[in-house]
């Protein structure tokens, strides 16, 4: 099963970085979104973070025309299904993964490999509800998708060993090494990491240290590059809150109840940098603490 085009669903943080290393690794990427704001909006991302690749010299110009050009984008999903691989990077909610799966299978084509940038959802129950569960699985990229060197691969309990390592070789082509999880709540990565930043939203939320004081804490006392709070808004509170809703639900296990803080946050409508007020507030020329 050899890869050349990859087709990326949804153009938001995730897409549009997945969709940028694929085209400097040489892939042909479909970048594809419902909303041509998003769309126009990823590509201007793309170029704006290559072109910070190539001052820092890690890329040449030439080699950023040539991904550049190697994207395109198109609002209609049955494009994709013309791809040799897909990965799925909408919203993290199952109903909405779910339908898209749905809408892409007329038109995909018989040996397409399916995945999904997950970051916590059963790999085996999305690739159920496909035509397809043995060339199904998980490929899960970390944020800032250009610079962090892990994917987490995810088999789903059919997945045959040919998909598994297209997908592996993907990985190798990408740079980037491979972590294999097995599929269960929120996989390795995600079962570890969040439920920090949540404990670390319940020492704010008792009052143990302010905002500062707990991301200075883990700096400078743990040597993370960001702190808990900070890398929460970097993630997304909505994201946040989604992955420990799925440990909750899926490992019935109250040590993984969200913090009332952090819904209280995302009830508000703030769910960190990409909307300009999480932990911090962005607004400003220097990032605020909210509390
Ligand atoms: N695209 C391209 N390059 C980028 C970039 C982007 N979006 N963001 C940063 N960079 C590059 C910079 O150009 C710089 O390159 P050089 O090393 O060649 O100089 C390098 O990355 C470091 O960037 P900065 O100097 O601007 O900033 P920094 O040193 O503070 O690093 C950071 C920024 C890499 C984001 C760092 O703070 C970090 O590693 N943070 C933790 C990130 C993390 O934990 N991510 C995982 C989140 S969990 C997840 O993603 C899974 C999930 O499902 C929720």
Redesign the pocket.
């Known amino acids: 099963m050899t890869i050349k085009s990859v087709g990326v669903i949804g153009a938001g943080q995730m897409g549009n ?1 997945i969709a940028h290393v694929m085209a400097l690794a040489g892939y042909d990427v479909l970048l594809n979104d419902i909303s041509q704001a998003a769309l126009d909006k990823a590509r201007a991302t793309i170029e704006k ?1 290559m072109v ?2 190539v001052s ?1 010299g ?1 890329i040449s110009e030439d080699e950023m025309k040539t991904a550049m050009g190697r994207m395109t984008t198109s609002m209609t999903l049955s494009d994709v299904g013309q791809t040799d691989l897909v990965i799925e990077s909408a919203t993290e909610r199952e109903s909405i993964k779910q339908a898209i799966f749905e809408d892409l299978l007329p038109s995909l084509k018989p040996n397409t490999i399916l995945t999904s940038n997950t ?1 916590s959802i059963s790999i085996t129950r999305l690739a159920s509800r496909t035509d397809r569960p043995e060339r199904f699985m998980g490929f ?1 990229f ?3 998708v ?3 060197k892990l994917v987490e691969l995810i088999r789903g309990i059919a997945t045959d060993e040919a998909t598994f390592n297209a997908c592996k070789e993907v990985v190798a082509r990408l740079g980037k090494t491979s972590a294999t999880a097995e599929d269960f709540p929120a996989f390795i ?2 079962r570890i ?1 969040v439920p920090m930043i949540n404990e670390a939203v319940y020492t704010l939320y008792e009052g143990v240290g302010s905002i500062e004081s707990i991301d200075t804490s883990m700096k400078l006392g743990a040597a993370h ?2 702190g808990p709070l900070e ?1 929460a808004d ?2 997304g509170l909505d ?1 946040c809150l989604a ?1 420990m809703n799925v440990l909750h639900d899926g490992l019935a296990d109250t040590k993984y109840r969200p913090c009332p803080l952090l819904t209280k946050y995302v009830e508000a409508g703030w769910l960190g940098r990409k909307t300009q007020r999480g932990f911090y507030d962005y607004r400003g020329e220097v990032p605020v603490p909210t509390r």
């Open positions: 970085g973070n910070r690749q820092r890690a970051s899960h970390m944020n800032p250009p610079v962090m990565v995600n990491l590059p960001m890398l970097f993630i994201t992955i």
